[in-house]
């Protein structure tokens, strides 16, 4: 009796083992910003015995931080690290930066930090893939803004990009979450809304140039500007994923949703980095 409880105890920790991607939380000094700003760096269980591995950026929301995707988004999240070999990265974006360099507010560079200090202080610190090929970025709400934003602006740096309930054109919303602070009152600063925007940066992709996935609940506010992405980038015949589901925006749509983005994102890495 002792020896079969011993054995399953044993078999027990093992199958814990199995499933141990290592969160850490990092900090990282902005010289752009003058400021200390904290991020959460989840890593594979199979992390020291590799060599390289891909990275995904995800992005919290409006009024959210760093610990959002890991403390919220369930304990799928972490395990997905596994499943895919993947490195996940989750910056702190501020409350409400949009992960712009806002061009009214010199203290929000949020875009600069990311591009310029986070990805390069990943890349030295971990065990990265250090191109295109192995990074991807997305987020949800704010974050699935920024995730687009950031990756249209940047396709030298990520391969792939998503978005899940984002607010991909800000334009309706003039007085919600802090937007008109960080680009000005859109009467006056009209331009700003325009050229800040990600529907308006369409422009700048090139098929298949960037991989994208995004994905918006139909009870969800922003179902309206994502459809209207979509219809928008079928009129430019750039392929893209565009899921469209039952939710709203809230967390148990995007702790469904990140599972079907890290998968696409998987596939993306597999495809482009053959071992």
């Not at 752009?32 to 269980?45: D, E, H, Q």
């Not at 919290?60 to 890991?70: I, K």
């Not at 003039?174 to 009467?187: E, S, V």
Request: aromatic share 12%; hydrophobic share 35%; proline share 5%.
């Amino acid at each position: 009796m002792k020896k079969n409880l011993l054995l399953l105890l044993c078999l027990t920790a093992l199958v814990i083992n199995v499933k141990a991607a290592k969160v850490d939380t990092v900090e990282t000094y902005s010289d752009a910003m003058k400021k200390k700003i904290k991020a959460v760096v989840v890593t594979p269980n199979k992390y020291a015995a590799g060599t390289q591995y891909p990275v995904v950026y995800l992005l919290h929301g409006a009024s959210g931080n760093y610990s959002d995707w890991v403390k919220k988004g369930g304990k799928g999240v972490a395990e997905n690290a596994d499943l895919y070999n993947v490195i996940l990265v989750c910056p702190d974006g501020g409350n409400t930066s949009w992960y712009w360099d806002s061009p009214v507010d010199p203290t929000y560079k949020y875009e600069t930090y990311i591009i310029n200090e986070l990805i390069p202080y990943i890349d030295k610190s971990y065990k990265t893939i250090k191109s295109r090929t192995g990074r991807a970025i997305t987020g949800l709400s704010m974050g699935g803004h920024g995730g687009l934003y950031l990756s249209i602006r940047h396709q030298d740096l990520f391969g792939a990009a998503g978005s899940m309930s984002g607010g991909v054109d800000i334009r309706p919303f003039p007085k919600n979450w802090d937007m008109a602070k960080r680009l000005g009152d859109p009467t006056t600063n009209a331009d700003n809304w325009e050229k800040y925007t990600v529907t308006n940066m369409l422009d700048l992709l090139k098929p298949n140039a960037l991989a994208i996935i995004f994905d918006c609940g139909t009870d969800d506010f922003f179902f309206k500007v994502n459809t209207e992405l979509h219809d928008k980038l079928l009129e430019r015949k750039i392929p893209h994923d565009f899921i469209i589901r039952p939710g709203a925006h809230n967390w148990p749509y995007w702790s469904n949703a990140v599972n079907y983005e890290l998968l696409y994102f998987s596939t993306f890495f597999k495809k482009n980095n053959p071992q």
